[in-house]
Nanobody, 124 residues
């Protein structure tokens, strides 16, 4: 099995910065895509960012210029560096991966493995 564990969430003020990490264990797929999604209370699961093993990335419009996704393949880890945080960023953040997706998919149903999520709360 593939297991994903997120860390780095917490309670922050608007305009602050925060970095999330997600580490995969078990039978991992280093050539597959990895991504971040988020879900606010009562809202649908929303794409945030994705990265391929080769380093190419894709971002949702609301986070472009503020969030940066990166990947450290040797440790099966991805990061999400978040800056200029807004109240609208408050959500549970999930990392996900899939062995067969060779592009930066934005569709949650296409990812087979998910972490448990980490809460980010931004106050103003």
């Amino acid at each position: 099995q593939v297991q994903l564990v997120e860390s780095g969430g917490g309670f922050v003020q608007a305009r602050d910065s925060l970095r999330l990490s997600c580490t995969a264990s078990g039978c991992t797929f280093s050539n597959g895509v990895m991504g971040w999604f988020r879900q606010a209370p009562g809202k649908e699961c929303e794409f945030v960012a994705a990265i391929k093993s080769g380093g190419s990335t894709s971002y949702a419009d609301p986070v472009k210029g503020r969030f940066t996704i990166s990947r450290y393949n040797a440790k099966n880890t991805i990061y999400l560096q978040m800056s200029t945080l807004k109240r609208e960023d408050t959500a549970v953040y999930y990392c996900a991966t899939d062995r067969g997706i060779l592009w930066q998919s934005r569709t949650p149903s296409e990812y087979d493995y998910w972490g448990q999520g980490t809460q980010i709360t931004v106050s103003s």
